[in-house]
């Protein structure tokens, strides 16, 4: 099975004075379905060179959850480490998918301007995904109608908000909704994932 790496949420427990790693366990559930393995990735940049050189990675997956620095996120060590496994991912020619805030980071990097958006957190809206109507959900206060060049878009909302975005010659895509909160998942989520993390062999 691939090894995929799954980048986690910080939370913050004031009571406890800590700062924890957390996913939600759906993924784990979900990428098996896709007959992928997940390695949780932690949210510590100071040494996550030398994790990555430990381990066996056939793709990178950033999940959401905490919104970026930029976009007034308190989470800047989880920013920090998931450029880093970008950069990884990208010199190594490792396929990517960015999840919501994992798209919004690649969008960022790619020159995009983020800006604040509404009516895009509910349970079920739907959108356009390769000019078809299809029903999914959405949680996100950040979006753009940007489309950098080097991307193009395969999903868009009525407002024009970007839904989803795939590189024009690397194995790197994103996507706005959560596959993942979808009870049972979405098909259609689980062949997007087989085709991410199949496109590209084996470059370690």
């Known amino acids: ?31 098996l379905q896709a007959g992928l393995l997940p390695l949780l990735v932690p949210n510590r940049p100071d040494w996550l060179a030398a994790w990555l050189r430990q381990q066996r990675i056939d793709g990178l997956l950033l999940t959401g959850g905490n919104s970026l620095q930029s976009c007034g996120g308190d989470a800047p060590e989880r920013d920090q480490a998931e450029t880093h496994l970008l950069d990884y991912a990208i010199q190594h020619q490792l396929p990517v998918l960015g999840v ?23 349970a079920r809206q ?15 206060d950040w979006g753009t109608t940007e489309v950098p060049a080097e991307y193009t878009s395969w999903a868009k909302a009525d407002d024009g908000m970007i ?10 895509w994103g996507i706005m909704w959560h596959p993942e909160r979808f009870a049972p998942f979405r098909p259609d989520d689980i062949n997007l994932l087989q085709q991410v993390f199949d496109s590209n062999e084996d470059n370690r």
């Open 1 to 31: 099975m691939k090894i995929i790496a799954l980048t986690q949420r910080v939370d913050i427990i004031a009571a406890y004075g800590e700062r924890r790693d957390a996913l939600d366990q759906n993924w784990s559930d979900l990428l």
């Open 126 to 140: 739907e959108i356009e995904i390769n000019s078809q109507p299809v029903a999914i959900n959405s949680y996100h």
């Open 163 to 172: 839904k989803a975005i795939r590189h024009r010659q690397d194995p790197v």
């Open 100 to 122: 919501c805030r994992g798209m919004q980071l690649l969008m960022q990097r790619a020159g995009a301007k983020l800006q604040p958006v509404t009516g895009h957190v509910a």
